[in-house]
């Protein structure tokens, strides 16, 4: 039998955190659930696997809050369970930047969907794409001629960019990252950086997959579960066992 794997997050303002960690915890393990879900004043953000019909009951219980209404998951299966254990935890900020000031929820930038970015790739348009993710996810693959920062942890990003030749702030930018989280962050800084024409790949490479394929990408994209990394058909590097 196979397992759905879900996945989203939304920056949000959220209160009342103890509470809600109860909820969800107890939830999860009434519908043996198995991941994360991180929780924070700035938002939310879920990485989980189960059954079909138990995934289905918590995409229900979580767009039931008004607050995460709109809060849109990717889906897609694996032949067995990617996850050891269910956690809940509540953290200072659900992707860690440590910068004051930055609220994507307030300060969102442009998103730009997968199907306009492969037409923009397609047609040869002059663009930058800056990979916000960990160096060792870059070198099992990434989009054709892009540019990243060699980060050992997203906390780098601020540091990086500095470094970022100046000339790009007057050039169209679209960050990405793996499912969105770390470029709708990384997004908002470089424009308080002076960057005038920034974009975030909606989704991140994850939709890009799912709409797109692998046009324009090279190798496979690194998952933090037992499935290790993905193609660009969402298929696993490793079967694993249920």
């Given at each position: 039998m196979s397992?759905?794997?879900l996945a989203g997050y939304k920056f949000t303002a959220l209160d009342a955190l103890d509470d809600l960690k109860a909820v969800l915890a107890?939830?999860?393990?009434?519908?043996e659930l198995k991941g994360t879900i991180l929780l924070s004043i700035e938002g939310i953000n879920i990485v989980i696997a189960g059954r079909k019909a138990a995934v289905s009951v918590f995409q229900d219980l979580i767009l039931a809050d008004p607050r995460l209404a709109d809060l849109r998951f990717k889906r897609s299966e694996s032949a067995f369970q990617p996850f050891d254990r269910m956690l809940v935890k509540i953290k200072p900020e659900i992707i860690t930047?440590?910068?004051p000031g930055i609220d994507p929820a307030k300060q969102r930038a442009p998103a730009i969907a997968p199907a306009q970015l492969k037409s923009w790739l397609d047609e040869?348009?002059?663009v930058v794409l800056l990979d916000t993710r960990n160096a060792f996810e870059v070198e099992?693959?990434?989009f054709d001629n892009a540019i990243h920062l060699k980060l050992n942890a997203f906390g780098e990003f601020i540091k990086a960019a500095d470094a970022l030749d100046?000339?790009?702030?007057?050039k169209t930018v679209v960050t990405f990252c793996t499912g969105g989280i770390r470029c709708e962050k990384a997004a908002p800084v470089l424009i308080a950086k002076g960057f005038r024409d920034v974009y975030q790949l909606d989704g991140?490479?994850?939709q890009y997959f799912e709409d797109r394929g692998d046009a324009h990408f090279k190798g496979r994209c690194i998952v933090f579960d037992q499935r290790v990394a993905l193609d660009g058909n969402l298929q696993p590097e490793v079967t694993g066992t249920q």
């Open positions: 397992f759905i794997n107890r939830r999860c393990r009434e519908l930047l440590r910068v040869g348009r002059e099992a693959g990434t100046p000339a790009l702030k007057d991140g490479i994850l």
